[in-house]
Protein backbone atom coordinates (compact mmCIF):
# COMPACT_ATOMS: atom_id res chain seq x y z
CA UNK A 1 0.00 0.00 0.00
CA UNK A 2 1.03 3.49 -0.64
CA UNK A 3 1.32 6.00 1.64
CA UNK A 4 -1.08 9.20 0.57
CA UNK A 5 0.15 12.55 0.26
CA UNK A 6 -2.36 14.02 2.87
CA UNK A 7 -0.75 11.13 5.82
CA UNK A 8 2.58 12.15 4.78
CA UNK A 9 2.08 16.21 5.06
CA UNK A 10 -0.26 16.06 8.29
CA UNK A 11 3.04 13.53 10.04
CA UNK A 12 5.43 15.88 8.77
CA UNK A 13 3.53 18.97 10.38
CA UNK A 14 2.88 16.31 13.93
CA UNK A 15 6.61 15.73 13.46
CA UNK A 16 7.75 19.33 12.97
CA UNK A 17 5.51 20.81 15.85
CA UNK A 18 6.54 17.60 18.33
CA UNK A 19 9.73 17.99 17.83
CA UNK A 20 9.66 22.01 18.30
CA UNK A 21 7.83 21.07 21.58
CA UNK A 22 10.24 18.82 22.71
CA UNK A 23 12.74 21.50 22.29
CA UNK A 24 10.68 23.56 24.32
CA UNK A 25 10.25 20.65 26.97
CA UNK A 26 13.74 20.47 27.24
CA UNK A 27 14.08 24.34 27.83
CA UNK A 28 11.91 24.37 30.33
CA UNK A 29 13.68 21.54 32.53
CA UNK A 30 17.32 23.27 31.84
CA UNK A 31 15.53 26.75 33.19
CA UNK A 32 14.31 24.45 36.08
CA UNK A 33 17.33 22.91 37.05
CA UNK A 34 18.79 26.02 37.19
CA UNK A 35 16.63 27.22 40.14
CA UNK A 36 16.11 24.19 41.55
CA UNK A 37 19.50 22.06 40.91
CA UNK A 38 18.80 19.46 43.57
CA UNK A 39 15.04 18.63 42.48
CA UNK A 40 15.09 18.84 38.73
CA UNK A 41 18.23 17.43 36.62
CA UNK A 42 18.95 18.16 33.42
CA UNK A 43 21.21 15.59 31.98
CA UNK A 44 21.59 13.03 28.83
CA UNK A 45 18.75 11.31 30.63
CA UNK A 46 16.42 13.98 29.78
CA UNK A 47 17.07 14.30 26.34
CA UNK A 48 17.22 10.53 25.57
CA UNK A 49 14.22 10.58 26.84
CA UNK A 50 12.35 13.19 25.13
CA UNK A 51 13.95 12.24 21.68
CA UNK A 52 12.49 8.66 22.19
CA UNK A 53 9.41 9.68 23.46
CA UNK A 54 8.90 11.79 20.41
CA UNK A 55 9.73 9.73 18.23
CA UNK A 56 7.30 7.15 19.52
CA UNK A 57 4.22 9.85 19.63
CA UNK A 58 5.27 10.86 16.07
CA UNK A 59 5.35 7.11 15.19
CA UNK A 60 2.09 6.37 16.40
CA UNK A 61 0.53 9.09 14.57
CA UNK A 62 1.58 8.29 11.41
CA UNK A 63 0.27 4.39 12.15
CA UNK A 64 -3.07 5.98 12.76
CA UNK A 65 -3.14 7.83 9.64
CA UNK A 66 -1.86 4.69 7.46
CA UNK A 67 -4.43 2.88 9.47
CA UNK A 68 -6.75 5.50 8.54
CA UNK A 69 -6.11 5.41 5.17
CA UNK A 70 -6.12 1.38 4.92
CA UNK A 71 -9.95 1.23 6.61
CA UNK A 72 -11.22 3.65 4.01
CA UNK A 73 -10.58 1.03 1.19
CA UNK A 74 -12.58 -1.09 3.36
CA UNK A 75 -16.30 -2.16 2.11
CA UNK A 76 -17.22 -4.03 4.92
CA UNK A 77 -17.91 -2.11 8.13
CA UNK A 78 -17.15 -4.91 11.06
CA UNK A 79 -14.27 -5.48 9.18
CA UNK A 80 -13.45 -1.47 9.23
CA UNK A 81 -14.50 -1.56 12.63
CA UNK A 82 -12.38 -4.23 13.65
CA UNK A 83 -8.56 -3.28 12.15
CA UNK A 84 -9.19 0.27 13.74
CA UNK A 85 -9.77 -1.23 17.22
CA UNK A 86 -6.65 -3.70 16.41
CA UNK A 87 -4.88 -0.75 15.27
CA UNK A 88 -5.87 1.51 18.33
CA UNK A 89 -4.56 -1.37 20.74
CA UNK A 90 -1.85 -2.29 19.30
CA UNK A 91 -0.63 1.58 19.64
CA UNK A 92 -1.74 1.79 22.60
CA UNK A 93 0.41 -1.19 23.58
CA UNK A 94 3.23 0.54 22.40
CA UNK A 95 2.88 3.67 23.85
CA UNK A 96 2.23 1.62 27.12
CA UNK A 97 5.51 -0.33 26.87
CA UNK A 98 7.61 3.17 25.88
CA UNK A 99 5.99 4.60 29.25
CA UNK A 100 7.24 1.46 31.26
CA UNK A 101 10.73 1.59 30.24
CA UNK A 102 10.63 5.36 30.71
CA UNK A 103 9.81 4.87 33.71
CA UNK A 104 12.10 1.70 35.00
CA UNK A 105 15.10 1.76 32.77
CA UNK A 106 17.94 4.34 34.30
CA UNK A 107 18.93 6.18 31.38
CA UNK A 108 15.67 7.24 30.84
CA UNK A 109 13.92 10.52 32.43
CA UNK A 110 10.43 9.37 33.02
CA UNK A 111 8.70 12.85 33.05
CA UNK A 112 10.87 13.98 29.77
CA UNK A 113 9.85 10.75 28.12
CA UNK A 114 6.08 10.58 28.88
CA UNK A 115 5.32 13.85 28.00
CA UNK A 116 5.98 14.07 24.35
CA UNK A 117 3.73 11.50 24.13
CA UNK A 118 0.76 14.34 24.73
CA UNK A 119 2.38 16.55 21.67
CA UNK A 120 0.45 15.34 18.61
CA UNK A 121 -2.70 15.48 20.72
CA UNK A 122 -2.49 18.83 21.70
CA UNK A 123 -1.17 20.31 18.76
CA UNK A 124 -4.40 18.61 17.11
CA UNK A 125 -6.74 20.47 19.41
CA UNK A 126 -4.69 23.51 19.16
CA UNK A 127 -4.92 24.03 15.29
CA UNK A 128 -8.88 23.01 15.36
CA UNK A 129 -9.55 25.57 17.85
CA UNK A 130 -7.64 28.26 15.43
CA UNK A 131 -9.34 27.13 12.17
CA UNK A 132 -12.30 27.31 14.08
CA UNK A 133 -14.57 29.34 12.40
Not at 5 to 29: P, R
Request: hydrophobic content about 55%; proline content about 3%; overall charge positive.
Amino acid sequence: MRVQETVKKETLHIAVCSVTMTVLMWIAFFLLHIFLPKKISFDYRVILAGVLGCVIAVMNFFLMGVTVQGVLSVENQEEAYRRMRLSYRNRTLLQLLWIILAVVAPCFQAVAGIVPLLFPGGILRIRGILEWK
